[in-house]
């Protein structure tokens, strides 16, 4: 089956500086894809690619069958994202910010209800989204993405400001997501562990180029196999970057 991201030498570059190097992503169809990388590794500026926040310097890429750039706007319209922190009226409420996004959409007015029940939000949908705590902001932010129920999801750092009960819930709604409504979830996070208990796929990257991407047993096989760590992700992440580290500095 063909991937439903597929990326050819996908590159994006600021002056000297190369964010990503060549990439050659594959996100599998009805999959929950852990997209791991450190600080600065060039995950966010791909996903922004994804979206058309910013332009790539060379190579191109494919969202399920669509060419960038000539099928930009479909692209954009079966798509759903949350990408660094969201953004939202303060004088509106939760409810108020997602209908403006409905309509930009032009969503039925039910899409509104199913996403706020989604993010358990619900109960704070009459409330002020300047009084909303940082784990709530995060959970409208999810539900904005999730309006309509687009069958791909882009989600960056999804879980970021939520207490251990609210990961947990956030974790198990993503996990459901692509046999509940036949959709794939590209997911960015810094909490390994989340991505181990939620992702069927992985892509490490490290200074804009692609480590491994396949399932966490092929990651474990493949760790093992060079001598590496390979019975936490954890572990296993840090070693692959540190060697990748390594052989940078002795070019």
Same mark, same amino acid.
């Given at each position: 089956?063909? *991937? @439903?991201?597929? $990326? ?21 169809? =009805? ?24 332009? *790539? !310097?060379? &190579? ?30 303060? =004088? ?24 706020? /029940? ?8 009459? %409330?002020?989204? %300047? ?25 960056? /750092? *999804? $879980? ?8 947990? /819930? ?5 996990? !459901?997501?692509? #046999? ?6 590209? @997911? ?5 562990? #989340?991505? #181990? ?10 200074? &804009?180029?692609?480590?491994? #991407? ?7 096989? !493949?760790?093992?196999? %060079? ?17 990748? =580290?390594? =052989?940078?500095?002795?070019?």
């Amino acid at each position: 089956m063909r *991937p @439903v991201i597929e $990326t050819r030498n996908l590159t994006k570059t600021y002056g000297r500086f190369t964010a990503v190097s060549g990439l050659n992503l594959h996100v599998p169809r =009805n999959s929950v894809y852990g997209f791991l990388g450190p600080n600065g590794a060039g995950k966010s500026t791909t996903m922004k690619m994804f979206l058309g926040l910013t332009r *790539p !310097s060379g &190579g191109t890429f494919v969202m399920d069958g669509k060419q960038y750039p000539q099928d930009r706007v479909e692209i954009l319209k079966e798509t759903g994202s949350f990408i660094e922190a969201p953004s939202f009226y303060g =004088n509106l409420t939760g409810e108020e910010n997602l209908d403006i996004l409905r309509r930009i959409l032009g969503l039925p007015k039910s899409a509104v209800e199913d996403a706020l /029940e989604l993010t358990g939000l619900t109960p704070y949908r009459k %409330r002020l989204a %300047r009084k909303y705590s940082l784990g709530m902001k995060q959970r409208l932010g999810l539900a904005g993405a999730l309006l309509g129920r687009p069958p791909l999801l882009i989600l960056d /750092e *999804p $879980t970021n400001g939520l207490d251990p009960s609210g990961i947990h /819930e956030i974790r198990s709604l993503i996990r !459901s997501l692509p #046999e509940q409504f036949d959709c794939t979830v590209l @997911v960015s996070s810094h909490l390994l562990a #989340e991505i #181990e208990l939620m992702a069927d796929f992985v892509g490490i990257l490290n200074h &804009g180029h692609l480590l491994f #991407e396949g399932t966490l047993e092929e990651l474990r096989q !493949s760790a093992a196999e %060079r001598g590496l760590p390979a019975d936490n992700l954890e572990d296993t992440f840090l070693a692959l970057v540190d060697a990748d =580290n390594q =052989n940078r500095r002795r070019r």
